[in-house]
């Protein structure tokens, strides 16, 4: 009777032993590889600003940090994917504007970029500018403006497509300036840009890295940007803010998330590795070669932030009437 | 001059010991990724991305352009040998290329696909180095009207890889045409077609239907038949091409030389075209246009050389204009931007070492690609002999591993076997599937770049005409189609006289 006793208790505790442990897993997190799900394909540019820290990452959380690309559908099906798996902080997703434009254009979007995700930080961001043939008539945004305001529906501009973040960046523009042009989307930045510089369409809005090297050589020209400061590789095109239009402000911008009911502990672990790996000497080098800005947010502040840029880019899809219903 | 200056100068960065391994290992893998059915370059190049961090730009443009051209050589093996393409570029390879195998010509296919895909890529490289900069400006001309008449014309093209009733190849054409339209709409954004599937936002993916209309039919096809192979009886004539086989390829050889290389300029798609656009040409010039399908040289050497070149003109507008001209390209711009350099008309002109290093390592590559694969002709003929309830389950077994290696999804796979059914039906009522597949790639391209040159002209259809580029393709294509009529007229105009 009494080793019965005994085992059934020992037998008892084990099993509490295991279950608290089990449970208790954020303490030993993390324990294998973490995911990082960039949801476009390699070789990109979302693709290479990420794979520019993943080995500090790596190094900072002390697991392996292995890019996963998910391409397709401009970003849903990478989304979908990390929105329905276990909130265990071992997948983590690449969250980037791209994914609130698509949310506030499509109602039947697989997932919620507030309620089925937790962010854990803000990485980096990117200026978008307006771009014109290197031999374009438009020498400034001013003679830009001045032409559509007395030709409305002439200008044709083009994007990488409905949704893109080049699309919003356009309808900004339109809502800010009040001008009326054609907008003419195309299969991504890459053709948009061909198109730009062949002399097919007057101009694009583009990020910076996407068209640098084209604007030092002369056949691309930035007339504006939508940030709120000049830019350092282009000190001489102005900002929206300085020509009068300081509505016309939105950035590119990348950013790390897990699924929603991660637990705050492995949120914080995540956070604090990521920034570490962020803030390191050679990553901000890394990030400046490649044109990028770094704009590290920590949780607490990103948060709030994601919810404020749906609501932002929500009201521009609304006025504009962009929808893929 | 100064560019033969600047050549010598990249011959010494390509011959470069540690340059010549990575071009070495390079066109190895490419090849093997060629090889293996429906795992594509771009995967190779993706997965190999991250590691050419650590390496010079060079080197690393050296390896990566390496696997692509080493896939395109590679990609004909299981073409010509189990009728699967090794990615949508060898699609048309399957076409004549099989039927040689199956005479027991495997040997010469191959030969002849392995010494066009040779002096292509040689000829093609040699053009790159001189006519680069010119070239790449002209490729900017191409803008969406351009865009559409060549388009126009890729269509009218699809005739003439038609090798049975046109009926029937029309009608797949149009099927082709049905099927392109599921997706997401370039211009509006909304889903057509995609029943909610979120996988088919981004349309019908081509490996799937590519590797499901080949390879999974033909394995249904063949498991149909009660087929005994006799060991001793596998009459491998030869596994060289002969002199005749050489004759006959030599026009094929240069005519899609030229032809592939100038289209894989043109951003969007050129290298498989050229394939297509090639096996055409070579029908539309031939003297006994009945022989294609059956196993003519030509619809070999034509299309391999085509696909070829085209990898080399792909290259221009990357390395002058800094413009991706399909999905490989991209990649490599991503390796050059990870890097630091700035892809651009500027690269050419602060780095030329990266230029004319790439470019000439091509040289080198091919004729490393053709010593690597001449000796494996005769292994890859011994595939054939491996008895059919072994080879079916590994083709099987490689076209699913190839479907999910790109995409992941379980849907695609679903996809494939789908379109392998439909395959199968295809052959036993003898309805073809290379004008599906053209007019499948093609009729998206064709929509989308008639509604921007509509939007961007204010819907005036007569900028087709106005546009010289745009109104030569498309009175090419109304040329291509009379010509088809003429027999027809005539046959008429003699009944016609001789009811008098």
């Given amino acids: 009777m009494k080793i019965y006793t005994i085992l059934k208790s020992l037998f008892l505790t084990t099993t509490f032993f295991f279950l608290v442990v089990n449970g208790v897993s954020a303490i030993d997190f993390p324990t294998k590889p973490i995911n990082l799900v960039v949801c476009f394909a390699a070789g990109g540019s979302t693709d290479i600003i990420v794979r520019a820290i993943t080995d500090r990452m790596s190094e900072k959380m002390g697991v392996p940090v292995v890019l996963v690309n998910k391409p397709g559908s401009g970003g849903l099906i990478g989304g979908e994917f990390v929105a329905k ?44 500018f307006i771009i014109v043939n290197g031999d374009s008539k438009f020498k400034t945004i001013e003679d830009l403006i001045d032409f559509a305001k007395k030709n409305p529906g002439k200008l044709s501009l083009g994007s990488a497509g409905i949704g893109a973040t080049s699309h919003f960046s356009l309808e900004l523009m339109k809502a800010a300036t009040k001008i009326n042009f054609k907008h003419v989307p195309f299969a991504g930045e890459g053709p948009a840009i ?34 709120d400061q000049r830019v350092p590789e282009l000190k001489d095109v102005p900002t929206f803010k300085e020509k009068g239009y300081p509505e016309a402000y939105m950035y590119s911008w990348f950013s790390f998330a897990a699924p929603a009911g991660t637990p705050k502990e492995i949120i914080e672990k995540l956070d604090n590795g990521f920034r570490a790996a962020i803030k390191d000497p050679a990553s901000e080098a890394a990030i400046k070669k490649l044109y990028f800005r770094e704009l590290y947010m920590g949780h607490g502040e990103f948060k709030p932030f994601v919810k404020s840029e749906l609501e932002k880019f929500d009201k521009i899809a609304k006025s504009a009437g962009i929808t893929v219903k | 001059m100064e560019t033969l200056g600047s050549i010598l100068n990249g011959f010494s960065i390509a011959l470069h010991p540690v340059n010549l391994v990575f071009c070495f290992v390079g066109v190895f893998v490419g090849t093997l990724i060629g090889v293996l059915p429906g795992i594509g370059p771009l995967g190779a190049i993706a997965l190999l991305l991250p590691s050419t961090f650590y390496i010079s730009p060079t080197s690393a443009l050296i390896m990566l352009a390496g696997i692509y051209y080493g896939a395109m050589y590679g990609g004909s093996t299981t073409s010509i040998l189990v009728n699967i393409p090794g990615e949508a570029a060898s699609v048309v390879t399957c076409i004549d290329g099989y039927q040689m195998a199956k005479q027991g010509r495997a040997g010469p296919a191959l030969g002849i696909a392995a010494f066009g895909s040779f002096i292509a890529g040689t000829i093609s490289v040699i053009l790159l180095s001189f006519l680069a900069p010119p070239l790449a400006r002209l490729a900017l001309r191409f803008g969406p009207p351009e865009y559409f008449s060549l388009m126009v014309l890729g269509l009218t093209v699809l005739i003439y890889l038609a090798n049975g009733p046109i009926v029937k190849a029309l009608m797949m054409a149009a099927l082709g045409l049905v099927l392109g339209i599921v997706g997401t709409d370039l211009i509006t954004g909304r889903a057509r077609f995609t029943f909610g599937i979120i996988e088919l936002n981004d349309g019908i993916g081509i490996i799937p239907v590519v590797m499901g209309l080949f390879g999974v039919s033909e394995v249904l096809f063949n498991v149909e038949k009660i087929m005994k192979r006799q060991v001793t009886k596998t009459t491998i004539s030869g596994l060289l091409p002969n002199l005749r086989d050489w004759k006959d390829s030599a026009g094929p050889i240069f005519r899609g030389t030229f032809l592939g290389f100038f289209l894989g300029i043109l951003p969007g798609g050129g290298a498989v075209i050229s394939s297509f656009a090639s096996y055409a040409v070579e029908k539309k010039v031939s003297k006994h246009p009945e022989k294609f399908g059956t196993g003519a040289i030509e619809g070999v050497a034509g299309p391999e050389s085509a696909n070829n070149s085209a990898t080399g003109g792909s290259f221009i507008p990357l390395l002058t204009l800094g413009i991706p001209t399909n999905g490989v390209m991209a990649l490599m711009l991503g390796a050059l931007v990870l890097h630091g350099l700035q892809p651009g008309p500027l690269l050419m002109r602060e780095h030329p070492e990266v230029f004319w290093g790439t470019v000439t390592s091509m040289y080198v590559g091919n004729v490393m690609l053709l010593v690597l694969n001449l000796p494996l002709i005769g292994l890859w003929v011994q595939v054939l002999k491996i008895p059919y309830p072994i080879l079916f389950p590994l083709i099987l077994l490689f076209c699913l591993i190839g479907v999910f290696s790109v995409s992941n999804s379980v849907i695609e796979i679903w996809f494939m076997i789908l379109f392998g059914i439909c395959g199968y039906l295809m052959k036993k009522f003898e309805y073809e599937m290379a004008p599906l597949v053209l007019a499948l790639i093609l009729g998206p391209m064709f929509e989308n770049a008639l509604r921007q040159s509509l939007i961007i002209f204010d819907g005036n259809p007569l900028v087709f005409l106005t546009r010289p580029i745009s109104a030569g393709f498309l009175i090419a294509s109304c040329l291509l189609l009379l010509t088809t009529l003429l027999p027809w007229m005539k046959g008429k105009r003699k009944l016609l006289s001789e009811g008098d």
């Fill in chain 1, 85 to 128: 798996s276990k909130p265990d902080g071992y997948n983590v997703l690449v969250l980037s504007l791209a994914h609130i434009c698509r949310q506030v254009i499509d109602p039947k979007m697989p997932f919620d970029v507030v309620k089925d995700f937790e962010p854990i930080c803000l990485y980096v961001g990117q200026p978008i």
């Fill in chain 1, 194 to 227: 061909t198109a730009v510089m062949g002399g097919h369409i007057d101009g694009m809005a583009a990020g910076l890295g996407a068209f640098l090297g084209k604007a030092l050589s002369g056949d691309l020209k930035a007339l504006v940007t939508f940030d």
